[in-house]
């Protein structure tokens, strides 16, 4: 099965033909090679790199039976003219638990057998970690109102500084992270959440999608959501409460006896290769006659 990727996602250039999975990409030969357009089973489109003009996409006719993958990690909120690929598609491939290939930014595994976490040393209070600042999200009002009440060392473009390198050894020290998504949505739990947070060894403060929603991929028990909580302060006054409450803190690793978190470590490269097994189970040949219904 030949697979194209019609664009490098955001032209980022990865290896290909090289899952980290044994067997993942068995039976598929991916390229970014045009020259193979007519003869691949199926071409991958990342929405972001083709979504302002249908002169982003094959000017020529499509091959019978070639399936159009719609590829991307965005929310609804972020990904412009959906409509713009009605009546194109024939499979989806997102972050979203009910896409045809499901390509989450992290998931959950079960230890082999039950053994304690050993929690990072903590020396401080609360971390968030931003690269977009937008002054009307939800988010960064609930901050301003947050910070009223407590301590919380904000990273980022023109905050401090935060080596990539050294990412999860600085949060790691931190009691709690707050993985604020930049807009709300359906399963739209990213990175945010998996690597800053769980990984890193910090309880993670969630803002995103509705606390039910989080309970699909991770235990109850494992984070604290803001809708928890009647005001931001109500927030922060439980904050400090678990600060001075080392048994009750600790109560937020217990699942980590039985199960391990994930975050892709080669993300383009690890959600391509989903392709492949997703694409030789993939339904009867059909297209989707609008995404935005579906996304939105």
Known sequence: MTILLWTWPFGDRFTLNHCEKSG???????????????????????HRDVCQSKKQMPQIARPPEQYWVWFNL???????????????????????????????????????????FTIPKK???AAWVVSNWNPSSKRVKYYQKLKKHMQIDVYG???????????????????????????????????????????????PVVLGPPRENYEKFIPQDSFIHVDDFPSPKGLADYLHELDKDKERYEQYFKWRAKLWPIAVKHPWRSHYCKACKGLKEAPAYRTMPSLVTWYT
């Open 74 to 116: 965005e929310s609804p909120s972020h990904s412009p003219n959906l409509g713009f690929m009605d009546n194109l598609i024939n499979l989806t491939m997102s972050y979203r638990s009910d896409s045809d290939i499901f390509t989450p930014y992290g998931w959950l595994v079960k230890n082999n057998i039950n053994q304690n």
């Open 157 to 203: 473009r023109q905050r401090m500084f935060l080596p990539r390198k050294g990412m999860q050894e600085t949060l790691s020290r931190y009691k709690f992270y707050f993985a604020f998504e930049n807009s709300q949505h359906r399963d739209y739990i990213t990175e945010k959440l998996w690597r800053n947070a769980l990984l890193s060894g910090a309880v």
């Open 123 to 125: 020396t401080l209070l």
């Open 24 to 46: 993942e990409d068995q039976g598929c030969f991916f390229t970014a090679d045009h020259n193979y357009y007519l003869t691949a089973n199926a071409v991958i489109f990342h």
